[in-house]
Every structure is written in C-alpha cells, then in structure tokens.
Nanobody, 128 residues
C-alpha cells in the first residue's frame, strides 16, 4: 500500500506561480510512475502531468506545456508540480497519483484508471 499526501494549494491571482508537493509513504518500491490530475468545478478528473519513477520520462497535457513542470525525488519520495503563469482555467482540485503498472508510454502515463493510489487532493484557485 502507498499513501500519498498533497500540499501547497491555495488562492492566487492570474499570472502567479505555485508549487504543489506530494509525499509518498509505504510500499513505494513498487511504484513505476507518478502523476498529477485535476478536477475543475463540475467536471471530471483530467490528466495534467506524469513522470516515470526513474525521472527519464515526463508527459504534460497540452494546456499546461511550457507553464507547468513535474519533478520528483525518489530518495526523498517527493513529487512536485511547479505551476507558472497560472490562469483561471487552472482552477481545480489537484490530485497526486501513483501506479505500479504504468509504463513509460504516453498512453500509459496519462490513463487515469491504471493509477493505483491517490491523494486526497489540494485546492488551487486562480482569480481573474
């Protein structure tokens, strides 16, 4: 079992930067990839970014490319999402996720249903 806890979400203005963090505990040796998903108000949970456990592969959804950066420290079991140039449409609950069956292919990294573990979410609100 893997336990994930997110932090860092808050209210910011358009154009601001924010860093989300996720700490992992438990059986982390089984993790092959981690990712960030978000759920805007009234919408479904959508893929934002993912990174393989080795760190060699990263993937971003088109709407955040060039603005968000995912990184991880496997030794310290941290995952971060650096978010720059935030827009009101980035407003959502952001979830950290980890999986044991995820490969380095784009299709695998962005598929919500094959992630095994989820955090409780952290709210990011971007005011216009």
């Amino acid at each position: 079992q893997v336990h994930l806890v997110e932090s860092g979400g808050r209210l910011v203005q358009t154009g601001a930067s924010l860093t989300l963090s996720c700490t992992a505990s438990g059986r982390t040796n089984s993790i092959t990839a981690m990712g960030w998903f978000r759920q805007p108000p009234g919408m479904g949970r959508e893929f934002v970014a993912a990174i393989s456990w080795s760190g060699r592969t990263t993937l971003y959804t088109d709407s955040v490319k060039g603005r968000f950066t995912i990184s991880r420290d496997s030794a310290k079991k941290w995952l971060t999402l650096q978010m720059d140039s935030l827009k009101p449409e980035d407003t959502a609950v952001y979830y950290c996720a980890a999986g044991e069956r995820i490969t380095s292919s784009a299709n695998s990294l962005m598929t919500r249903d094959i992630y095994d573990y989820w955090g409780q979410g952290t709210q990011v609100t971007v005011s216009s």
